[in-house]
């Protein structure tokens, strides 16, 4: 069994269970979430010994050369003495909250120092405010009253001074049920770990965009640089929604404002079991066909979605994961 040092002492680790589960079972404080790769805020740092690589998957070649790794995805293999990584959080204030749809807000953010991003990145979210209700724990780090949460950015950083998030209320999720239920204008919050990818820069001629329920925040930004006066490089897009209900659609305004006036960009709305059924058809269409040689398949959506409408398509394909 290997062995880890933490904080000056040694504890007996096993291959089978991630590293953070061991941690947390000694009452250790780590600052955790989603417990799956996504959040980023049990971001560890081994300072002897070497972490299993699948734990570093999702981290920047920096942090991985730094020897940063994701304690929930690591189990590890042999001794490590690991630390906390410094978590470099940049104080922020809300500074608008606004309702898209019944279970949907966006909130904007004053950042206190300049943030770059750009179109496809996602931020986390700390609090240290108390939640609605202390009986769920997703979305609750152990390390005091700590809430954390990933989102993507909705904003766009060349026009936009605060940042922007759309928030999805979630069963089970702290974070969620937070920010819908007790957020004010001039609140605190800390924004740290800028990442993801930069979808614009990975556009190809012909994008075929396929949104599901909620997660359009990645996709608005991209639509407007990629759509902005300023710009040189045509692209076309085909967007696609795909939504249970026609009531979870929103940002439909500018949507439907560059569906009339680019000729390289439609929307199509595939809405409820009908809309699945199309979609598929679409896709099964576009995946096979060699009429578009520079296309690629942008989709945005849950795991399971994802999983789902990427099975078929043989077209190169960007994914913008939501756990
Ligand atoms: S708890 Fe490890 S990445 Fe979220």
């Given at each position: 069994m290997p062995l880890i040092t933490f904080a000056g002492r040694t504890y007996q680790a096993s291959s089978q269970r991630p590293l953070l589960e061991t941690l947390l079972s000694h009452r250790l404080t780590v600052p955790h979430s989603c417990r799956s790769g996504y959040c980023h805020s049990c971001l560890m740092k081994v300072e002897k010994g070497k972490v299993p690589a699948c734990s570093q998957q999702s981290l920047n070649i920096d942090k991985v050369q730094q020897g940063y790794f994701l304690a929930c995805l690591c189990r590890p293999e042999q001794d490590m003495e690991i630390s906390l990584a410094k978590r470099d959080t940049v104080p922020g204030i809300i500074t608008g909250k606004t309702r898209l749809t019944s279970t949907l807000i966006a909130l904007d953010i004053a950042p206190r120092h300049p943030v770059d991003y750009q179109p496809g990145q996602l931020i986390t979210l700390w609090t240290t405010d108390s939640p609605p209700s202390a009986s769920q724990p997703s979305g609750r780090s152990n390390n005091s009253n700590e809430l954390a949460r990933p989102c993507y950015l909705a904003s766009l950083a060349e026009q936009d001074k605060p940042l922007t998030v759309h928030i999805q209320r979630r069963a089970n999720d702290q974070f969620s049920q937070w920010a819908h239920?007790?957020?004010?204008?001039?609140?605190?919050?800390?924004?740290?770990?800028?990442?993801?990818?930069?979808?614009?820069?990975?556009?190809?001629?012909?994008?075929?965009?396929?949104?599901?329920?909620?997660?359009?925040?990645?996709?608005?930004?991209?639509?407007?640089?990629?759509?902005?006066?300023?710009?040189?490089?045509?692209?076309?897009?085909?967007?696609?929604?795909?939504?249970?209900?026609?009531?979870?659609?929103?940002?439909?305004?500018?949507?439907?404002?560059?569906?009339?006036?680019?000729?390289?960009?439609?929307?199509?709305?595939?809405?409820?079991?009908?809309?699945?059924?199309?979609l598929e058809t679409i896709l099964g269409k576009s995946g096979s066909s060699s009429e578009l040689p520079d296309s690629r398949l942008i989709i945005s959506g849950y795991q399971d979605f994802i999983k789902q409408y990427t099975q078929q398509v043989q077209m190169d394909i960007l994914l913008l994961p939501y756990s």
């Open positions: 239920d007790c957020t004010q204008i001039g609140q605190k919050i800390s924004i740290s770990d800028v990442r993801g990818t930069k979808i614009y820069q990975n556009l190809s001629s012909n994008n075929l965009i396929v949104v599901q329920d909620g997660c359009l925040a990645p996709i608005l930004p991209l639509l407007r640089k990629l759509y902005a006066s300023s710009a040189t490089t045509r692209k076309s897009v085909q967007l696609i929604l795909q939504v249970d209900h026609k009531d979870n659609l929103y940002g439909m305004t500018l949507i439907n404002r560059l569906a009339q006036q680019q000729p390289d960009f439609t929307v199509q709305v595939c809405c409820g079991l009908q809309g699945k059924k199309q």
